[in-house]
């Protein structure tokens, strides 16, 4: 078992203790409706932990179809941490089992961006091409038909910026890997929105912020880049700074899975500076600071609300956002998971479950009468460009359109 055994999840009796067996986590489960094969989050989370025999957790191989999208921490009525322990028991399955390069690949999506950018568009083309993505399957056990997002050569390069900001508030933006190398679009229209906003933004030295790592069992090596995240970025709270992020799964990490994986005064004191971008506006809003000056349009939007934007407890805070804008009507889908669920729709054995949930939300897309779909979620918008028709905006970019337009008329 490595570094992880019983005394390690300990800390979780108080929670795991309190399940009432009622299967309402199972019922919400996405995975558990896509498929027959996996047992359920109260199975293999509660009861997981209960079947101990000498201090030694029984590996079950159907702990690598839970996805960690969280949905059985919102809809359970005791506030079991399901996810949390899932994690770990993720990682002892690896420690028992061995890591797949595949899952070590798919796991390292700061490595992986680094490398594909450097040689895009080349990258971009070869995923296109059949017989590679063959291969690739054959070997690697990445699914053919997987649709890839695109890599940008011109990424957004993350400068170690720790200037002193002449402005009321200060803002460090954790970019995240997406927003770096495969939409850098989006790391600079929040930038562009703050800078609208008045508020200087500094980058601070970062790594992934780990979510990827813990879904493929990579637990040590998560909480390392935990650990220097934590490091890195309470140098800037304590200067006055607010943490921002445009990407759901990055700012559930820092507020959930830091504290609770890395159980440090640290994480739970910077837990308390970390916001959603949309969270952040909507801050300022409150408090009479946002720039309402957004240009009057005639839009109709269908929002998707990621799995990780719901597990923060923070209601909508892109829909508050987007309705300030005159004449932009959106709608929200209200759905289940996309299915994509970070690097899970990219495994072989999962494409399957994958592109039934995703198939049951573009039937929900379908249903709306909308020009395009917002969404938060890197993940979320490269699941719905494969499975729908319709352009797939980040909130930030719609937001920066707007105040353009209104700053140009």
Request: charged share 25%.
């Amino acid at each position: 078992m490595g570094d992880y055994s019983m005394h390690e999840l300990n800390f979780h009796d108080a929670t795991f203790e309190k399940c009432l067996k009622c299967h309402v986590c199972t019922a919400n489960c996405p995975i558990s409706s896509a498929s027959i094969d996996f047992g359920g989050p109260k199975h293999l989370g509660p009861e997981l932990k209960r079947l101990t025999d000498n201090q030694q957790i029984i590996d079950d191989h159907r702990i690598e179809l839970c996805t960690l999208c969280g949905t059985c921490d919102i809809s359970c009525p005791e506030n079991v941490h399901i996810s949390t322990l899932t994690s770990y028991l993720k990682a002892i399955h690896n420690e028992q089992q061995g890591t797949k390069f595949r899952d070590f690949v798919l796991g390292n999506a700061e490595l992986v961006g680094k490398i594909a950018s450097a040689f895009a568009p080349v990258t971009n083309v070869t995923m296109k091409i059949k017989p590679i993505r063959k291969m690739m399957q054959m070997l690697m056990g990445i699914h053919a038909d997987r649709q890839f997002p695109t890599y940008q050569f011109h990424h957004f390069h993350r400068k170690y910026n720790k200037k002193q900001s002449s402005t009321k508030r200060k803002v460090a933006y954790f970019v995240g890997c997406y927003a770096t190398y495969n939409a850098p679009e989006v790391a600079e229209a929040f930038v562009k929105v703050m800078e609208y906003n008045h508020i200087e933004v500094a980058i601070p030295e970062q790594k992934c912020c780990g979510v990827p790592m813990f879904a493929n069992g990579q637990m040590k090596q998560g909480l390392k880049n935990a650990t220097y995240n934590t490091d890195k970025l309470l140098e800037y709270t304590r200067q006055g700074y607010d943490i921002v992020m445009t990407c759901t799964s990055c700012t559930l990490a820092f507020k959930k899975e830091y504290t609770s994986f890395l159980r440090t005064e640290e994480a739970n004191e910077l837990a308390t500076h970390i916001y959603d971008a949309n969270e952040y506006l909507r801050q300022l809003y409150d408090q009479d600071e946002l720039n309402v000056d957004f240009a009057p349009t005639e839009v109709k939007a269908a929002y998707f609300a990621p799995c990780h934007m719901k597990g923060q407890g923070i209601g909508n805070p892109t829909m508050d956002i987007l309705e300030l804008i005159p004449g932009y009507e959106i709608q929200d889908l209200a759905a289940s998971c996309c299915g994509q669920c970070g690097t899970f729709g990219f495994k072989e054995e999962k494409y399957e479950y994958s592109m039934k949930l995703g198939n049951d939300l573009a039937e929900t897309v379908a249903e709306v009468d909308s020009d395009y779909t917002v969404t938060e979620c890197g993940m979320c918008k490269n699941q719905l460009n494969q499975v729908t028709n319709k352009l797939v905006r980040h909130p930030m970019e719609i937001i920066l359109e707007s105040y353009e337009k209104a700053h140009n008329r």
